[in-house]
C-alpha cells in the first residue's frame, strides 16, 4: 500500500507565527499563499494515480483538500483523528498574544509519562492512539491510493511510530522534530515486505520525506 501525507497550507496562524504577530480571529483559515500553495499542490500529484483525499476535519486542512480537488476532481473525506496534536488550555491563551512561553506541547510532553497531559491537552498515548487508528483504517483500504491531509504533529507521530514501532515514546518526540515539514510538503509510506542483508524488514517504510518541488 502506498499512502500519501501532505501538511495543510499556509494558514493565517503560521503567517501571524512567522511575522512575529498575533494571531488574527480566523487564523485557522488558510492566507492567499496557502491556496496558491494547495493548488499547486495538485497540479504536482497530477499523474500519481491518487483517487481520494482524506482530510482534518480542522479548517486549514479542509481548504488545503478544496485547493487540490480544484485541481484533481476527487471526492474529499474527512477523518476526525487526522487533527493535530492538541495542546494545553494554557498553550491557546497565550496565541492571543503570540507568546506561547512553555505552554507549548514540546515544553512538558517528552519528559512526561505518556498518559499525562497538561489541562486541555491530550498526552502522547492519546495523540499515538490516534495515529494507529487512522493507520488501520488505511491499512484496511489498501487497494486505494489515498492521500491524507493533516498536520505537522501528526506526520511526525506517524513517522515515529513507522520507525520505532511499539518502542516509539515521549523521549524520541524532540529529534523527531528537528525533521522539518513545509507547508504542503509531501510525505510518502509505502506498507511492503523487504528483506536485505538477510533480515525481514516488514511494515510501514518511509520512502519520500517532506517533497517540496511544487513549491
Known amino acids: 500500500m502506498i499512502l500519501h501525507l501532505v501538511r495543510h497550507g499556509e494558514s493565517l496562524a503560521n503567517a501571524s507565527d512567522r511575522a512575529g504577530r498575533s494571531r488574527p ?23 500519481h494515480g491518487i483517487e481520494v483525499i482524506v482530510a482534518s476535519t480542522m479548517r486549514r486542512a479542509q481548504e488545503t483538500a478544496a485547493g487540490i480537488t480544484e ?25 492571543a498574544n503570540g507568546d506561547f512561553r512553555d505552554t507549548a506541547t514540546l515544553n512538558w510532553m517528552p519528559t512526561a509519562p ?21 493507520r488501520e483504517r488505511m491499512e484496511a483500504r489498501a487497494d486505494e491510493r489515498i492521500l491524507l491531509v493533516t498536520h505537522y504533529g501528526f506526520i511526525h507521530f506517524f513517522l515515529g ?28 509510506f509505502e506498507r511492503r515486505n523487504r528483506r536485505m542483508d538477510g533480515m525481514d524488514f516488514d511494515g510501514w517504510h518511509l520512502t519520500t520525506w517532506n517533497d517540496q518541488a511544487h513549491l
Not at 121 to 127: L, N, P, Y
Open 25 to 47: 480571529a480566523d487564523w485557522d483559515a488558510l492566507s492567499e499563499r496557502g491556496w496558491e500553495q494547495a493548488r499547486g499542490l495538485g497540479r504536482r500529484l497530477e499523474g
Open 71 to 95: 485541481v484533481l476532481g476527487l471526492p474529499v473525506e474527512t477523518d476526525r483523528d487526522l487533527h493535530e496534536l492538541r495542546q494545553s488550555d494554557a498553550f491557546y491563551a497565550s496565541t
Open 114 to 134: 505518556r498518559d499525562y497531559a497538561e489541562p486541555g491537552a491530550e498526552s502522547f498515548d492519546d495523540m499515538l492512539g490516534r495515529v494507529v487508528r487512522v
Open 161 to 188: 511510530h513507522a520507525l520505532f514501532g511499539d518502542a516509539f515514546g515521549p523521549e524520541h518526540l524532540l529529534p523527531l522534530w528537528y525533521a522539518a515539514h513545509a507547508n504542503t510538503g509531501i510525505t510518502v
